[in-house]
């Protein structure tokens, strides 16, 4: 089965900041790979997602990530991060096993961004 | 489309108490999920559906049942409510050949007291 590790629980960062959030995921198969941004209170909302093709993806407000199959990681950038990015991150990995399609998500990370 | 919807927002339950968290879809996804969020622990899967009719375990099912009578409607029953069940609980919902992706109610937080 799949795994996911994001390697901090909590990231603090000032306004307009560069920010990376790290994601390593298990296994070297052929997978999809997400980030998912969690605003307090509420659900989650896809932020981006990595099928194929081009390793770096963009997604939504100005964040993107870089699929590194080698090191089997997936992490998180935002270039300039303003105080409405504080939020949870949670980073997700496609699961097919048993011919079921199911999503394994890390332990999430905490961003706050401060004036 | 209203997407995933969950009901109720909040609850407060007592111990041994049993309640039913609705969810519904209208994207016309066969597969439906049910997670639980604990403060740094990510989300962990309770159940899924891969459609009306069938459903399966997933990584904490026990203290927990749903069934799947619709394509629209994935209920979860909390038979005999525990401290332990105090949560908050996320729908989701997926296509297949949607590449993954799932698509997530605005959960409920239940507290059992």
């Known amino acids: 089965a799949q795994s996911v590790t994001q390697l901090d629980s909590q990231v603090p960062v000032f306004e307009e900041a560069p920010v990376e959030l790290r994601c390593n995921y298990s296994?070297?198969?052929?997978?999809?790979l997400f980030w998912y941004v969690q605003y307090p209170n509420q659900g989650l909302q896809l932020l981006l997602k990595?099928?194929?093709?081009?390793?770096l993806v963009k997604g939504i407000n100005g964040f993107e990530a870089e699929f590194n199959k080698s090191q089997t990681s997936f992490h998180l950038r935002k270039p300039s991060v303003h105080i409405s990015d504080t939020a949870e991150y949670f980073c997700?990995?496609?699961?097919?096993?048993?011919?079921?399609?199911?999503?394994?998500f890390g332990k999430g990370t905490k961003l706050t961004v401060n004036p | 489309n209203a997407g995933v919807t969950q009901t109720p927002k909040f609850r407060i339950l007592k111990i041994g108490q049993s309640m039913t968290l609705q969810c519904t879809q209208d994207?016309?996804?066969?597969?439906m999920y049910w997670y639980r969020q604990d403060p740094g622990m990510g989300l962990k899967l309770i159940y899924y559906?891969?459609?009306?009719?069938?459903?399966d375990k997933g990584e904490v099912p026990n203290g927990y049942n749903v069934s799947r009578s619709t394509t629209e409607d994935f209920p979860l029953r909390l038979e005999l409510a525990a401290p332990s069940q105090t949560s908050v609980y996320f729908c989701a919902s997926f296509r297949t050949g949607g590449f993954g992706e799932q698509y997530f109610g605005p959960g409920t937080r239940l507290t059992v007291t």
């Open positions: 990595y099928l194929s093709g081009s390793t």
């Open positions: 296994s070297s198969v052929s997978v999809y």
């Open positions: 994207m016309n996804h066969n597969y």
């Open positions: 559906s891969v459609g009306a009719g069938i459903t």
């Open positions: 997700a990995v496609s699961d097919k096993e048993g011919g079921s399609e199911k999503l394994v």
